[in-house]
């Protein structure tokens, strides 16, 4: 079952990029905009990273590996997508930092232990049919005060699983967003565990490309355009977030955002 949801998986990101154009990604984008709520904190909590050691898992078009290879860090631009891996290379040529490939499965990592400083994943874990085991190798292949940093998708928000239900054709059908009990398995492994969670109020936005600007979830991902599109959408994000900080003060309310991000110290 697990090896059929794999190859689903790595299917259907060979296919999407194939169709990648790596001239049109903004790398800084990622983790600086103000849309990258989840990048931003989760530098913050990394600090400097130049001369670390770092394994990008489920690394996609390769955004994040040539952030972090940009700001001084050796980086692996991993994932189970042999296109993925492809492309990130190419982003890195384009970028002109050095950054290794390698097709990785990130329940079975294939790295010995104590490994790298930092593992990073971004999206990654949703796609994963176990996600804990993939936590498990993360925390393997660290280095003794390493630090675990990925950030997904979150299962309880209605108003996501609703989007979700359209947006049938941009995503894979295996992939389970996280329970945000995965905070308590993660901090059951690992030395001290930092998170917070993002996008309450400010998924306005995304109700906004749909009932307002009536964008076809099925022909542009939303997760894609936030970034894309983070200047013109600065304005209305910075209003509502002020909103997300004080929602997110609520008991049990942090669980109803999108998404998730940790930081773990091993």
């Not at 979150?154 to 992939?175: F, G, S």
Request: with cysteine; net charge neutral.
């Amino acid at each position: 079952m697990q090896d059929e949801v794999l190859r689903k998986e790595q299917v259907f990101h060979d296919q999407w990029a194939a169709a990648i154009d790596v001239d049109g990604i903004q790398v800084a984008d990622y983790f600086e905009a103000c849309t990258a709520p989840e990048n931003r904190f989760i530098l913050k909590q990394l600090g400097d990273v130049r001369g670390k050691y770092l394994l990008d898992l489920g690394c996609g078009a390769g955004e994040n590996s040539v952030y972090f290879a940009l700001r001084g860090a050796e980086c692996v631009a991993a994932d189970y997508s042999p296109g993925m891996v492809e492309v990130a290379l190419k982003l890195a040529e384009k970028n002109r930092v050095e950054v290794a490939g390698r097709v990785v499965n990130a329940m079975a990592i294939d790295f010995p232990d104590d490994t790298f400083d930092i593992v990073y994943a971004s999206n990654l874990l949703h796609h994963i049919p176990d996600p804990r085991l993939a936590i498990q190798e993360m925390h393997r292949v660290l280095k003794p005060g390493g630090k675990a940093c990925f950030w997904d998708p979150l299962k309880h928000n209605p108003v996501i699983n609703v989007y979700r239900q359209m947006a049938t054709k941009v995503r894979t059908e295996d992939e389970t967003p996280l329970d945000i009990r995965i905070v308590d398995f993660v901090r059951s492994r690992f030395s001290h565990t930092a998170y917070d969670t993002f996008w309450l109020a400010t998924l306005w936005i995304f109700l906004r490309f749909y009932l307002i600007e009536r964008v076809n979830p099925n022909e542009e991902r939303y997760w894609k355009k936030i970034i894309l599109e983070h200047r013109r959408l600065e304005p209305s994000y910075h209003r509502l977030e002020r909103y997300d900080r004080w929602l997110k003060k609520l008991p049990l309310m942090k669980r109803f955002a999108w998404n998730l991000a940790v930081v773990a110290t091993k």
